[in-house]
């Protein structure tokens, strides 16, 4: 029977456990039901967002991960009075918000680069946002310059310190005319958190449209925002003078989805994942079936099971509407049991691919094109950042000890883990719960075998 760890219920403080160690024993078929809950890249943003209110919000399926307790803090550390309604929901009271110590921000910031976001509503809160030293996921350069740049489109003065940034706003923010070099999530977000109270219209070109900035924009609207877009990635904001409080549930978590889903592919197994929308999820859904795995649509999830055979594919990483790259590295998992060459292209992240290392020792054949392929079946614009991976398969698998490096990479291993034959142990798994809700109850749910070692 497994032991479920401190880990699964730890303090609101950020910590995120690194140190934690699976021990698993591999070779078994994942099968049974999880539940997902909001999506990450989003209940952390609307969290942000509740400091624009003039009144109290309430998000409801908030994921209990670490970097919903990062933007907790920071928000209390904001003087916003977070309360837990029930599991899964908060109350976000903005009303006696102030501004925070620098060195109390680093503190709770730890390595989240959620601290940026805060910068647009402070500035019309405070007149004034300080940005630490950025961490995260070591995935490639993340740089702020998208952020930095919109910001001062809307009339911010930025201060390079030391120890980080200093925003102020002596004259009030403005709306702008914005161009994004590439849709980025981020800048997106920015752009949308800071357009929304600034006097006049802003124009976002270039924008993001995932999901999760679609469903960003809804909680906008509710509290008051008029925001438009058009289907070129064109999106229009007109300031307004205040903004109410929200009550909204969050989007479900696609990317944690699609995780299980590779997991039921790898493992050879059987997954429901409650929660989990057919129409969010189109572009894998499609890529999932030339796979091999099958799928069954329900109303409230979908189920993933293997087919007889895995098959090879040919795979681009690219913005919305186009392949995750959060769905890539759990997938090339799966296509190492694959009956052929798969190519995945990473288009988005630099060095999304080193966590390929490890599968490697684990006995996969992976090999990675820092400079990527040209390939006369590509659709996605080559860019010269991007690698190649190619995958020859299948080969077994077999445990080994390996360290996670980042969230998605982490995941991955413990898939991987899971279908090889023999005992892993894999290190830091902590990192992993920056972005999956009670990932241990739900592995002994699904039938792992597994202990934990603190």
């Keep these: 029977m497994n032991t479920l760890p401190s880990v699964e219920t730890a303090p609101n403080n950020g910590d995120v456990h690194g140190g934690t160690t699976l021990v698993i024993r591999g070779g078994r078929p994942l099968a049974g039901r999880v539940e997902v809950k909001g999506a990450k890249n989003l209940a952390t943003k609307a969290m942000v967002a509740s400091l624009l209110g003039g009144s109290a919000s309430v998000l409801r399926d908030v994921p209990d991960i670490s970097d919903v307790r990062v933007v907790r803090s920071l928000l209390e550390a904001h003087g916003v009075h977070v309360d837990d309604v029930e599991e899964g929901v908060l109350r976000l009271d903005p009303s006696d918000a102030v501004s925070a110590e620098m060195d109390e921000i680093d503190a709770h910031a730890g390595s989240s680069r959620i601290p940026i976001l805060f910068c647009g509503p402070l500035l019309h809160l405070l007149g004034h946002?300080?940005?630490?030293?950025?961490?995260?996921?070591?995935?490639?350069?993340?740089?702020?310059?998208?952020?930095?740049?919109?910001?001062?489109?809307?009339?911010?003065?930025?201060?390079?310190?030391?120890?980080?940034?200093?925003?102020?706003?002596?004259?009030?923010?403005?709306?702008?005319?914005?161009?994004?070099?590439?849709?980025?999530?981020?800048?997106?977000?920015?752009?949308?958190?800071?357009?929304?109270?600034?006097?006049?219209?802003?124009?976002?070109?270039?924008a993001a449209i995932e999901p999760e900035i679609m469903d960003l924009i809804g909680v906008l609207q509710k509290m008051g925002a008029i925001i438009s877009y058009e289907p070129n990635r064109v999106i229009f904001i007109e300031g307004v003078d205040e903004l109410a409080g929200y009550d909204h549930r969050c989007i479900f978590d696609r990317n944690e989805a699609a995780s299980w889903a590779c997991a039921a592919l790898a493992t050879d197994g059987d997954i429901f994942v409650g929660g989990a929308k057919q129409q969010e999820m189109l572009t894998f859904l499609n890529v999932f079936r030339k796979v091999g795995g099958t799928f069954d649509i329900a109303e409230d999830g979908i189920r993933f099971r293997r087919g007889a055979e895995l098959k090879p594919v040919m795979v681009e990483t690219d913005v919305h509407p186009g392949f995750m790259t959060d769905w890539q590295q759990p997938l090339i998992v799966a296509l190492t049991q694959a009956a052929g060459t798969s190519i995945v292209h990473e288009t988005v992240y630099e060095n999304r691919l080193g966590f390929t290392e490890a599968l490697n020792q684990m006995g996969a054949d992976i090999v990675i094109h820092p400079q990527g392929l040209d390939s006369p079946d590509r659709r996605v614009a080559r860019r010269a950042l991007e690698q190649a991976a190619v995958i020859n398969g299948p080969t077994p698998l077999h445990g080994a000890d390996v360290v996670v490096p980042d969230l998605r990479g982490g995941y991955s291993y413990v898939i991987a883990a899971l279908a090889a034959k023999g005992e892993s142990h894999v290190s830091n798994v902590g990192i992993i719960r920056r972005g999956y809700e009670k990932l241990f109850e739900k592995l002994a749910a699904l039938g792992a075998d597994f202990d934990v070692v603190e």
């Design 129 to 206: 946002a300080f940005i630490p030293d950025l961490g995260g996921c070591r995935i490639g350069d993340r740089p702020i310059d998208f952020h930095l740049d919109a910001l001062r489109a809307f009339g911010a003065v930025v201060e390079k310190l030391p120890s980080g940034i200093r925003l102020s706003a002596p004259q009030g923010l403005h709306g702008a005319n914005i161009s994004l070099p590439y849709p980025s999530v981020g800048a997106t977000e920015q752009v949308l958190l800071t357009a929304v109270r600034a006097k006049g219209t802003t124009e976002l070109r270039g």
